[in-house]
């Protein structure tokens, strides 16, 4: 058969993933924080989009009320202070303020005068001036800045070192330590980058190593706490023995380390005890605690009328607006122009894609925030012990979206319930068999339960892996030791021998 060229019609479906299309794809998964970062670059990029207030913003998406849960996401925002045609006019305000000084000034001639009525109204405000009718402001009121671990050591360090170049290497020295305390070089590079001998750095090293917080200035755990010790008078042979064997003790293994240390059982525990009263990171007290609030993107409420109410969090619901009469402006004044019409036009598209992506967005996060607590009712009801088995198909098929688009959204997005503040995540848990063939059990929830037991045992009733499995089929629930072990270690609870031999020995201390 010969091949020829001809012509063909065919017609066919694909998908083709444009930009905004990425782009929509890329918002579902964004937390509160990177979605405000997205909004601030595109507001910035675009002159139709704007930030709105909050009295500015509409209902939240439509919502649909079941029998379990009920999804609300209206807005309530604060009016603004100066906002015209308030209750807190201009010339309201104005009678409020101290601006008449017509008499006020009664200075000498020869005294600067302000330059106008103002600058002296700001001057009488302020605190400590004549006009101020309340306390003399004092300097001393002003909070002072954190210092940090460097800045307090390099302020000890002409008090121990009196030799210029003694000073200099100590300052270098110092700067060489990381937040916790610890020395983040090794003395050969520190003498060689110096040029100095390993002994010379030695010396310094000495002495830098009684400056306060003690313990700082160490090369590693154990150095820290001999340290430590050092300075209270406490560093004897059996408790150098103790520091230099700290895997020893990091196992457990009470029984070698009294015949490493040459002390008998009761003095190891006041050993112990004194070791467990060191601090690992004496540079740790002069970090700055900023610690990064999660704002929860759903909050679960019990409804008026039973059941649970599912609305979205007012406070990361993005605000944003697209400016119609600037745009209807900017069209009238650039005429003919093409290119500007051409700008103009790329512009409003963006914003109206913009806000209808996060229209989608909040109404696709609220649907899957209600189908989870469907699911999960009898957890909000009851605690951790009775959340479900539950995986992204079950509630793909329930919304009618796509496992892929479930995953996403609960993706670094966060929920308020009355049990507390969980990611969309922990919802979503392997089930576990029941021995009976009833219900299978969530793993979180067998989870929660071996944590519980093994809080609950005592010393002299410490329970194995086998323990546990034996007592959780007894319950209804099948599960294998090595499942046991897996979730015991994946806990950080150490087995069984080894709670023993610590519970024992904090029965021992406590009871001195």
Known sequence: MAISPSLLLRQSQSLVMTPQLMQSIQLLQMNHLELVQFIDQEVEKNPLLEIAASEEMSAAPETNDTD?????????????????????????????????????YDGDSSDPKPDAPELLGQWKSMPGSQGDSGAAFDMDDLPAARMSLREFVHEQIPLAFFEDTDRVTAQYMADLLDDSGYLCEPISETAARLGVDNTYIESILTRLQTLEPAGIFARGLAECLAIQLRQRNRLDPAMSALVDNLQLLAKRDFA?????????????????AEIRSLDPKPGSAFQSSQTETVVPDVIVRPGPKGGWQVELNPDTLPRVLVNQEYFSEISRKSGQNSADMSFLSECMQNANWLVRSLDQRARTILKVATEIVIQQDAFMEHGVEHLRPLNLKTVADAIKMHESTVSRVTSNKFMLTPRGLFELKYFFTVSIAASDGGDSHSAEAVRNRIKAMIEDESPDAVLSDDDIMDHLKGKGINIARRTVAKYREAMNIPSSVQRRREKRAMAKVSSN
């Open 68 to 104: 379990t849960a009920h999804a609300n996401g209206d807005l309530e925002g604060d009016g603004d202070w100066l906002e015209p045609g308030s209750a807190n006019t201009a010339e309201q305000l104005s009678d409020k303020l101290d601006t008449n000084f017509a008499t006020e």
């Open 256 to 272: 070698t380390l009294k015949k490493v240390c040459g002390v008998a059982e009761d003095d190891l525990i006041d050993m112990l």
